[in-house]
């Protein structure tokens, strides 16, 4: 038989299990989340795909059309410089004088040798002239006559030899006055009244002003993919010169191979625009192949606390924000995005704020487009 205390043990854990099957039964019901009923009014565009071209930035640098080390072919002392660094000169100005005593001296050698040649070439001919009469009458042997003509021919060739020698020599006496050869600017003087002026020595570095050129370095891969071709038109920026703006530039020189240290090509492009100083760092862009974008309208991005949010309404027309990363600006008013967006997304437009998660959204304008899949 059961005593007391066992019927007491059992009616208790009995009545335990009852009061559990009741809490199971009657517990907490699980409470639906709220239903934002907040309602955005805006604009609505679409996140579209582009397919755009590569575009590869170049850097280079500016240089003149023409650049000259001015030197002279006399050997003589400087006596007087008319230019100073960073003077505008035109072509045929005189820039310096050089002593043209030594010259001048060369030039009376030479004229007094032309005298004598042509002194000598006087008695060659009227004695060859008084051998063929005697060789007519046969006064005169063949062999006499042979050598009249043979002298005569000296005498001429004497002659113009020292033609030649006055001519040269003026030449050189004209170097006593160096003029610039072409019309640019003098970016260096490398001489002084009393320094001595020797052949193949540079005095002063002159460019040209006009037909500027960027000087760019194609790598070699980007010139296999963008083919360029002389007369192609390129978008350049001066770094120095913001207020130009995107300059419209031609490629008017390319190497016809590539290096083979830096494996690269040499490119000249023209600047229409002069003024523009030499050295200066410049940009170019090379449009090569196609590339697929994601755009959205500028309007469309909200920036808050660094970070560039897109408010997308999703499939059931409520709204939620994106964090995207933003590229380049594009045509039309667009930008490049380059994560957050995978294109296709409705986005909304003229956001001063960025509304609460699921938010109705409504559209207004002629913008509105229909309700897309949220990706």
Request: with cysteine; glycine share 10%; aromatic share 2%.
């Amino acid at each position: 038989m059961m005593s007391v205390n066992q019927r007491v043990d059992g009616r208790l854990a009995l009545l335990g299990t009852a009061l559990l099957l009741v809490a199971a039964c009657g517990g907490h019901k699980t409470t639906p989340p709220a239903v934002n009923e907040t309602t955005v009014e805006a604009e609505l565009a679409r996140a579209e795909r582009l397919e755009v071209p590569r575009v590869i930035e170049l850097f280079g640098v500016v240089e003149a059309e023409k650049t000259a080390a001015v030197s002279t072919r006399v050997m003589a002392m400087v006596t007087a410089v008319a230019v100073r660094t960073g003077d505008a000169v035109v072509k045929g100005q005189s820039l310096l004088t050089i002593d043209p005593q030594a010259a001048e001296g060369q030039l009376s050698q030479a004229r007094g040798a032309l005298a004598q040649a042509n002194a000598g070439l006087a008695l060659a001919e009227r004695n060859h002239e008084r051998f063929k009469a005697l060789a007519a009458v046969d006064a005169a042997s063949e062999l006499e006559l042979d050598m009249a003509r043979m002298q005569y021919e000296q005498a001429v060739g004497a002659v113009e030899q020292a033609e030649g020698a006055v001519a040269a020599a003026g030449s050189v006496a004209a170097d006593s006055r160096v003029v610039a050869p072409f019309s640019g600017r003098v970016t260096r003087k490398m001489v002084e009244v009393g320094d001595l002026a020797a052949p193949g020595r540079p005095l002063l570095m002159l460019e040209s002003e006009a037909g500027q050129r960027l000087a760019l370095t194609v790598p070699e891969s980007v010139m296999a993919r963008a083919g360029l071709t002389i007369g192609q038109p390129l978008t350049v920026r001066i770094d120095t010169r913001s207020d130009l703006g995107s300059i419209e530039a031609t490629v008017v020189e390319m190497t016809p191979g590539a290096d083979p240290a830096s494996h690269s090509f040499g490119v000249q492009v023209a600047l229409p625009t002069p003024g523009i100083p030499s050295g200066a760092s410049a940009r170019a862009w090379i449009e090569t192949d196609k590339r697929t974008i994601v755009a959205v309208p500028e309007t469309a991005v909200l920036r808050r606390g660094g970070l560039s949010l897109v408010v997308v309404r999703n499939s059931e027309g409520r709204a939620g924000s994106r964090v995207v990363t933003i590229g380049e600006p594009l045509s039309e008013g667009r930008v490049e995005v380059l994560s957050g967006l995978a294109g296709g997304e409705t986005v909304l437009l003229h956001l001063s704020s960025v509304p609460a998660t699921g938010a109705r959204v409504e559209g207004v304008g002629n913008n509105e487009q229909a309700p897309e899949r949220e990706s």
